[in-house]
């Protein structure tokens, strides 16, 4: 199955073309950036595409991260996989950005639950945790930091993403402190082709996942009342 897998829901561009039958990567590339997603998505693909020596036709599924991140990033990945989807007849899956960050530490060991933490600024996390087999066991949520760190400090748990280093030092005193702490801060497009080969598109639609509302809010106090 060629998956065309696409994240820019934080601050990076990434893309990947992966065989997930043979578990080959055909062509993957990965650009950090805070802003300019529209700009370097689609180039990036047509650069992957011709590495491959590969078309559109040829691929069986889309992948795009969901969120949470940021507001702008996530609606350029998500026009982008929605508008080859169509364009195709090929299904779009969308994944969170939390479940992919989860993925690799999750494949290589599942017996020690792993923490996927996003930092969401002013003290406040994106945060879900998953066990054996990639089992839930805290939901994807928004939390302030000390609140975060009472709710997974349950016992050993490994720390993944931008906000690992953020959640461990505010763990509480007297629980084991985490087992490993990952501080990667972008999903990797390979992971996310994998799991979208085991997922149900029906029920991994590419719909944004906002954990809370926007920082930006509207300036009333200057709005001009209508007649």
Do not use: K
């Amino acid at each position: 199955m060629l998956i065309l897998a696409m994240d820019t829901a934080l601050e990076a561009c990434a893309a990947a073309l992966h065989d997930t039958t043979t578990d080959t990567t055909l062509a993957v590339e990965r650009r950090a950036m805070a802003r300019g997603h529209a700009e370097a998505l689609v180039p990036m693909i047509e650069r992957l595409m011709r590495e491959a020596q590969t078309s559109f036709e040829a691929i069986d599924a889309f992948a795009v991260t969901v969120g949470p991140g940021s507001f702008t990033g996530l609606r350029v990945g998500l026009s982008a996989a929605r508008g080859f989807g169509l364009a195709t007849g090929r299904p779009v899956i969308g994944l969170s950005t939390l479940a992919t960050l989860a993925a690799a530490p999750l494949a290589e060991e599942d017996a020690v639950p792993v923490v996927a933490a996003l930092d969401a600024r002013h003290e406040n996390l994106y945060l879900q945790m998953f066990g054996a087999g990639g089992r839930v066991l805290v939901g994807a949520r928004a939390m302030p930091v000390r609140e975060a760190a009472r709710a997974v400090a349950i016992g050993p748990v490994r720390l993944v993403g931008s906000g690992a280093a953020i959640l461990a030092e505010h763990w509480p005193p007297g629980e084991a402190p985490p087992v490993s702490i990952d501080t990667a801060a972008t999903p990797d497009p390979v992971w996310l082709a994998r799991l979208a080969a085991s997922a149900d598109p029906a029920r991994s639609p590419p719909r944004p996942l906002y954990l809370r509302g926007p920082d930006a809010r509207p300036q009333d106090a200057a709005r001009i009342a209508r007649r």
